[in-house]
Each structure stands twice: as C-alpha cells, then as structure tokens.
C-alpha cells in the first residue's frame, strides 16, 4: 500500500525557516517523480518543486527559487522541503505527491498524495 506522511508543518513569523519531511512507504521513491504541491485558502493546488523520475533534476516553482530546497534520503524513501525567508503568502497546506513521470506531474496529474501539512506565516 502506497503512502506519503508529511511532517514538519506549524506557525512561523515571516522571515523564518521550516523543514518539511516526507515518508514515503510501499514504493521506491526514486523511481517516481516526486515533490511537493500546496494549497493556500481559496486558491488550487500549485506545484512547489519536485524531482524528476528520469533523471533527478529538480524543478521550482518561481516563486520558491532560492528560497526552498528539496533534497531526499534514498535510503530512508524520504524526501525532504527546506524552506527559508518565509513569507506570509507562502501559508497553504504542503502536500507530498508522487507521479509515475514528471511530465504528468507538470501538469498536476499525480498518482499519490499525501494528507498534507499546514504551514502558517504570520506575525
């Protein structure tokens, strides 16, 4: 059974840093794309980053660049969101995903998400 359980949400002030992690069990994680999406209120999902199926380069949303960085643990199936300088539109729920290829994923057709995990930044 395919699961992705995310960690690492909470309150933070603008400026401020979180890392997000994420278990992935009953798939090997490499061999799929895998990132992250959210979900801020009122507004759809977005990709966030994630890292290619073929060939592990990394993607970003524009907004993100230089500010959050994925990395993964292969051994431990578990991917990880560093985020740094933090600011307050940036709050959504932070879900794990995974697709059989990042040219679906691109395009928002994901084969496995998680429950997610909410981020607020806030003063």
């Known amino acids: 059974q395919v699961q992705l359980v995310e960690s690492g949400g909470g309150l933070v002030q603008p400026g401020g840093s979180l890392r997000l992690s994420c278990a992935a069990s009953?798939?090997?994680?490499?061999?799929?794309?895998i990132g992250w999406f959210r979900q801020a209120p009122g507004k759809e999902r977005e990709g966030v980053t994630c890292?290619?199926?073929?060939?592990?380069?990394?993607k970003y949303e524009d907004s993100v660049k230089g500010r959050f960085t994925i990395s993964r643990n292969k051994a431990n199936n578990a991917v990880y969101l560093q985020m740094n300088a933090l600011r307050p539109e940036d709050t959504a729920v932070y879900y794990c995903?995974?697709?059989?290829?990042?040219?679906?994923?691109?395009?928002?057709?994901?084969?496995?998400w998680g429950k997610g995990t909410q981020v607020t930044v806030s003063s």
């Open positions: 009953g798939f090997t994680s490499e061999n799929y794309a």
């Open positions: 890292f290619s199926n073929t060939d592990d380069s990394i």
């Open positions: 995903v995974a697709s059989h290829q990042i040219a679906r994923m691109v395009k928002g057709d994901i084969d496995y």
